[in-house]
């Protein structure tokens, strides 16, 4: 009997590539065999690259042990596998202007770049504050978002601009507790106003 648990998916146009709570990797092609590789952790985050073509043609996955491997679509045949330090690997893009460049970000925030072509396959570039949700690359900007915060880092590790959404939902939250404030007052006092006068009856001896 087979009890496997889907734990993380993609959705292309192509097929659905999905991820099994006991390592497994299958691609479900939309038309063709299904192909299916077993990993030696479990996977946390999916990424699909389209290659010359236009097809996807390249998967990248990130597991629960720091380490990013790189399959082939449609056969998720190996093509390389890099390790990271900092636990889980947490958010990977592509370097869109190299050939075979990805940045990763992990749990304990740490930033690195990957790549066969890249010193030793693997460099940190900077450590982020907190626990990174996922990972960004628009131009040279490397943004990271962490729960409620957004940063936004150069690849030095310099920050370029900062925006803390726990602030903005804070301010929003007092907002709605003022509003609910007022409602209740003036429920309140209309209820207080539809009470009936009560006037003193003579009394009969």
């Given at each position: ?14 097929g ?9 990797i299958?691609?479900?092609?939309n ?32 597991d ?67 626990p ?10 490397i ?28 301010v ?7 509003r609910?404030?007022?409602?209740l ?16 009856l003579?009394?009969?001896?």
């Amino acid at each position: 009997m087979n009890n496997r648990v889907v734990i993380r998916s993609l959705v292309t146009g192509e097929g659905c590539l999905v991820a099994m709570d006991d390592g497994a990797i299958v691609w479900r092609p939309n038309h063709g065999t299904r192909s299916q590789l077993k990993l030696d952790a479990i996977a946390t985050v999916l990424l699909a690259l389209k290659g010359p073509t236009g097809c996807y043609d390249i998967a990248a996955i990130g597991d629960s042990s720091g380490g990013i491997t790189l399959l082939s679509l449609p056969r998720l045949e190996v093509i390389e596998k890099f390790a990271v330090e900092g636990g889980i690997v947490r958010s990977i893009t592509a370097v869109s202007n190299s050939f075979g460049k990805y940045l990763a970000a992990t749990q304990n925030g740490s930033v690195w770049v990957i790549g066969t072509e890249v010193p030793n396959r693997a460099i940190k570039l900077f450590t982020h504050s907190g626990p990174i949700t996922s990972l960004r690359l628009i131009d040279d900007s490397i943004i990271i978002q962490s729960g409620w915060n957004r940063r936004t880092y150069d690849w030095t590790g310099a920050t370029k601009k900062d925006f803390d959404g726990a602030q903005k939902f804070e301010v929003k939250a007092t907002q709605r507790a003022n509003r609910r404030a007022r409602i209740l007052e003036s429920q309140q006092r209309r209820n207080e106003q539809s009470q009936p006068l009560m006037l003193d009856l003579p009394s009969l001896a």
